[in-house]
Nanobody, 118 residues
Framework: QVQLQESGPGLVKPSQTLSLTCTVSGGSITANPYYWNWIRQPPGKGLEWIGY???????YYSPSLKSRTSISRDTSKNQFTLQLTSVTPEDTAVYFC??????????WGQGTQVTVSS
């Protein structure tokens, strides 16, 4: 059974960098053909896809967030990390990590609340 767990600060100041880590257990982040995603849900809004890092280590980002987003991984810890720079209150959301396998979101983390406020 694959499990994903998000971790990181719950409060970030405007203009700073948001950094979240997803720790994966029960499966390797280098296993083919899986893609490891970050998704967020702002209050009162729908889910927004941020980007992914694939089993090969290649990342791909939402065009609307690409200039501020970086997703990397630590294969020794079986973790992948989201960094979102120059945050504003509009980046306040519940952030999820999730796995895509066979074109389906098959495993999700429980989500973590991040609030951007001074």
């Amino acid at each position: 059974q694959v499990q994903l767990q998000e971790s990181g600060p719950g409060l970030v100041k405007p203009s700073q960098t948001l950094s979240l880590t997803c720790t994966v257990s029960g499966g390797s982040i280098t296993a083919n053909p899986y893609y490891w995603n970050w998704i967020r849900q702002p209050p009162g809004k729908g889910l927004e896809w941020i980007g992914y890092i694939g089993y090969s280590g290649i990342s791909y980002y939402s065009p609307s967030l690409k200039s501020r987003t970086s997703i990397s991984r630590d294969t020794s810890k079986n973790q992948f990390t989201l960094q979102l720079t120059s945050v504003t209150p509009e980046d306040t959301a519940v952030y999820f990590c999730a796995r895509v396998g066979n074109w389906l979101y098959d495993y999700w983390g429980q989500g973590t609340q991040v609030t951007v406020s001074s």
